[in-house]
Nanobody
Framework: HVQLVQSGGGLVQPGDSLRLSCVAS????????SAWFRQAPGEDRDFVAI????????FYADAVKVRFTVSRDNAQNSVYLKMNSLRPEDTAVYYC???????????????????????WGQGTQVTVSS
């Protein structure tokens, strides 16, 4: 396991940008693939994006493709989610997650499944509203 601490988030207007950060501790972070999920009130926790341990491979949910970018800096033990062109439907609590294994699973289903991640950040609220 790694311990994950998130920062960023807040209240923004539609069309604005925001960057979320997640700092890991407790193990060699490059050995972990990392992901972002989000959960709106009354909804399931939904997959947003995943990045491989090296940062070379990424995969996105269709709803955020093109608008969101996941990246990482292993020297800083950090993973980031840059969100552009935010919409009211992006409003949710956002969570970073990690699991041992640097390579992305071949199955997109496995990439998206929150039950396959064993380390979670505390969550951060993102609200998009005019």
């Amino acid at each position: 396991h790694v311990q994950l601490v998130q920062s960023g988030g807040g209240l923004v207007q539609p069309g604005d940008s925001l960057r979320l950060s997640c700092v890991a501790s407790g193990s060699t972070f490059s050995n972990y693939r990392s992901a972002w999920f989000r959960q709106a009130p009354g909804e399931d926790r939904d997959f947003v994006a995943i990045i491989s341990g090296s940062g070379a491979s990424t995969f996105y949910a269709d709803a955020v493709k093109v608008r969101f970018t996941v990246s990482r800096d292993n020297a800083q033990n950090s993973v980031y989610l840059k969100m552009n062109s935010l919409r009211p439907e992006d409003t949710a609590v956002y969570y970073c997650a990690a699991v041992p294994g640097a390579v992305l699973p071949a199955s997109s289903r496995n990439r998206r499944d929150p039950n396959r991640y064993d380390s979670w950040g505390q969550g951060t609220q993102v609200t998009v509203s005019s």
